[in-house]
C-alpha cells in the first residue's frame, strides 16, 4: 500500500546531538540507522519539520534511487503543528517582577543546559533578581543523569524552579506570569535541520524569545527583531540578554516592542498546510522501489577488498616472511620487515 511518513526530526542529526554530548552505544547507531533507512526506503510521501530537513530528505531519497521521473516534490514541510489562529490573544503589559525566565518542553541533547545553568548562576552573582521556572521533563533516549543533574543544581540555587509537566491551563497560567522563553542550542547538526516549535508557544503567551541564531524558525524572528538572538556556542551572550531585558522590563518599551513584533509574526505565519496530504489520500502515488545506493556500492566494494586482503595473507609468500620475521625477532627483537 501506498505509505505516507511523517518525520518529526532527522534521526542522523538527533543522534548526532547525542554524540556532542557524550557516548552513544552502537546499539543506539545501528538503530537510528534501522528506523532512518526502512522509512526512507519505504514511504512513497513525507511531512518534516523545516525546509533544511526537506532539502536533507530529497537528498536520501536520491541515494537510493528514488526520486520521482516525472518530477514531483514527494517532501512537504509542515513546520508548525497548532493553528495559531485558535490561541487567546497574549496580555500585552509585561508581567511584574522579578524577571522570570522559563524552560518548557523536553529536554533533548540539543538544548545547552550548561549554557543556561552558568549564566543564571553569574546573573544571580551580580545580584539579578532572576527566576528560572523549568517545565516538562526528561526525553526518553536522552542522557539518563540529565534530570537528575538538574534537580540537584536546582536544589543548591533558590531562583530556580522545576514544575515538572502539567496539564495545558496549569502550564498558561505559569508562562504568562513569565518574561522571556529560552530556546538554547548545542553546536551540532540537529538544529540545523531541527525546527523548535516551543518557541510559538511562548510567543502565543507573550514571552519574549532568547533564543540560539540556529534554527529557521529562529532566524525568522530575528529578522522581525523579535526577541533576544546569541550565536551558536556564545557563552557571554545569554548573560548579556538577561542583563540587557533587566533595564527594558520596568518600563516595558524594548520588551514590548520585540513581543509585539513576535506576535505579529506568529499572526501571518503559514499555518499547517494538509493539501500535500489530502492529495496523496485522495490520489495516491508510489516512488520507485529504489536502486543500490552509494552507501550499498561502497559497502561491496569494502566487501570485496577485504576478501582480497584475507587472500594476500594466506598466500604462500606471506607466510614465508611471517615466519623469517619470528625468526628475526627472536635474534633481535628490533628487527622488523618493510
Not at 58 to 74: C, E, K, S
Not at 239 to 250: K, N
Request: aromatic content about 6%; glycine content about 6%; hydrophobic content about 45%.
Amino acid at each position: 500500500r501506498p505509505w505516507f511518513a511523517d518525520v518529526p526530526g532527522d534521526p542522523f542529526a538527533e543522534l548526532h546531538a547525542l554524540e556532542v554530548v557524550g557516548d552513544v552505544p552502537a546499539s543506539r547507531r545501528a538503530a537510528a540507522i534501522r528506523v532512518a533507512l526502512g522509512t526512507v526506503s519505504r514511504a512513497d510521501a513525507f511531512s518534516v519539520v523545516s525546509v533544511p530537513q526537506h532539502h536533507a530528505l530529497i537528498g536520501q531519497l536520491a541515494l537510493l534511487g528514488r526520486l520521482p521521473v516525472p518530477w514531483h516534490d514527494p517532501v512537504a514541510c509542515v513546520p508548525i503543528g497548532a493553528d495559531p489562529q485558535s490561541w487567546t490573544t497574549a496580555p500585552s503589559d509585561a508581567p511584574a517582577p522579578p524577571l522570570r525566565v522559563a524552560l518548557s518542553g523536553a529536554l533533548n541533547a540539543w538544548l545547552d543546559l550548561p549554557l543556561l545553568q552558568s549564566a543564571l548562576e553569574q546573573a544571580w552573582l551580580r545580584g539579578m533578581p532572576v527566576e528560572l521556572h523549568v517545565t516538562g521533563g526528561p526525553d526518553p533516549g536522552q542522557p539518563p543523569a540529565w534530570w537528575a543533574d538538574l534537580q540537584a543544581w536546582a536544589n543548591a540555587h533558590t531562583g530556580a524552579h522545576l514544575h515538572g509537566w502539567l496539564p495545558e491551563a496549569d502550564l498558561d497560567a505559569l508562562l504568562r506570569r513569565c518574561h522571556l522563553g529560552i530556546v538554547l542550542d548545542q553546536p551540532s547538526l540537529e538544529p540545523v535541520l531541527g525546527c523548535r516549535t516551543r518557541v510559538l508557544r511562548y510567543v502565543q503567551a507573550g514571552l519574549t524569545p532568547v533564543m540560539t541564531l540556529a534554527t529557521p524558525l529562529s532566524h525568522e524572528l530575528s529578522a522581525r527583531a523579535a526577541g533576544y538572538f546569541l550565536a551558536p556556542g556564545d557563552r557571554d551572550g545569554l548573560v548579556h540578554a538577561l542583563a540587557t531585558a533587566l533595564e527594558p522590563l520596568s518600563g516595558a518599551t524594548d520588551r514590548a516592542a520585540r513581543c509585539k513584533a513576535a506576535q505579529e509574526w506568529l499572526a501571518v505565519r503559514s499555518h499547517p498546510d494538509p493539501r500535500h496530504l489530502l492529495a496523496f489520500v485522495d490520489t495516491p502515488w508510489r516512488l520507485a522501489p529504489g536502486t543500490p545506493s552509494h552507501t550499498q556500492a561502497l559497502a561491496a566494494e569494502g566487501a570485496q577488498l577485504r576478501h582480497e586482503l584475507d587472500r594476500l595473507r594466506t598466500a604462500p609468500s606471506i607466510r614465508a616472511l611471517n615466519q623469517i620475521h619470528r625468526m628475526l625477532r627472536w635474534i633481535d627483537p628490533r628487527s622488523k620487515i618493510t
